[in-house]
């Protein structure tokens, strides 16, 4: 079946790190450009990360850039996101998604990141 | 940054009776490689979002052909012809022409 499964949310204090994980599988993971996509609980969703098949091509929203680091192996068939300097404005479920240019066509079912002390 | 702008934000339908969602950018959508990457989401409650339409019109595997999809350059439109219940939830836009890609804050479909 082809599916994307986060894991790794949390958790975590304010100033502290998570590390999120998706794995892909059903497809070749390797020949997709992949994103992190995030949503306040009852709100709205808001792009944070999009990395590109081959790791060549990296954009960040503002919002993250600097203590945001996404990453993938494709070895693994899996993609990660590394939050650093977490704020409580980053409680969010965080969803990996598939696809480029407005062809998102797969999605996880998210994985929630609470940021509280 | 391309800020998009749904309206209405919340939409009450009849069963059966027609929908209409409105999102405009505040610049041109319009790709130096002359595709217009604009898209539209659904997510039902408790649900990932989901691919409805892309690049304007292009209906994705599966879905409905009540959904349509349709607009340039800055205004765009979802239409529902005839809305059934399993259409309830939030649906957005998202822009992928420029970076960062942006979202709409989302219209809400409830049955009335």
């Known amino acids: 079946e082809v599916q994307l499964a986060e894991s790794g949310g949390g958790l975590e204090q304010p100033g502290g790190s998570l590390r999120l994980s998706c794995a892909a599988s059903?497809?070749?993971?390797?020949?997709?450009?992949m994103s992190w996509v995030r949503q306040v609980p009852g709100k709205g969703l808001e792009w944070v990360s999009y990395i590109s098949s081959s790791s060549s091509t990296i954009y960040y929203a503002d919002s993250v850039k600097g203590r945001f680091t996404i990453s993938r192996d494709n070895a693994k068939n899996s993609l990660y996101l590394q939050m650093d300097y977490l704020r409580a404005e980053d409680t969010a479920v965080y969803y990996c998604?598939?696809?480029?240019?407005?062809?998102?066509?797969?999605w996880g079912r998210g994985t929630l990141v609470t940021v509280s002390s | 940054d391309i800020v998009m702008t749904q309206t209405p934000l919340s939409s009450p339908v009849t069963l059966g009776q027609p929908a209409s969602i409105s999102c405009r950018s505040t610049q041109s959508l319009v790709h130096s490689d002359g595709n217009t990457y604009l898209s539209w989401l659904q997510q039902r409650p408790g649900q990932p979002p989901r691919l409805l339409i892309h690049k304007i019109s292009n209906r994705f595997s599966g879905v409905p052909d009540r959904f349509s999809g349709s607009g340039a350059g800055t205004d765009f439109t979802l239409k529902i012809s005839r809305v059934e219940a399993e259409d309830v939830g939030v649906y957005y836009c998202?822009?992928?022409?420029?970076?960062?890609?942006?979202f709409g804050q989302g219209t809400k479909v409830e049955i009335k």
């Open positions: 998202i822009q992928a022409t420029h970076w960062p890609w942006t």
């Open positions: 998604m598939r696809g480029y240019g407005g062809y998102f066509d797969l």
């Open positions: 059903g497809f070749t993971f390797s020949t997709y450009s």
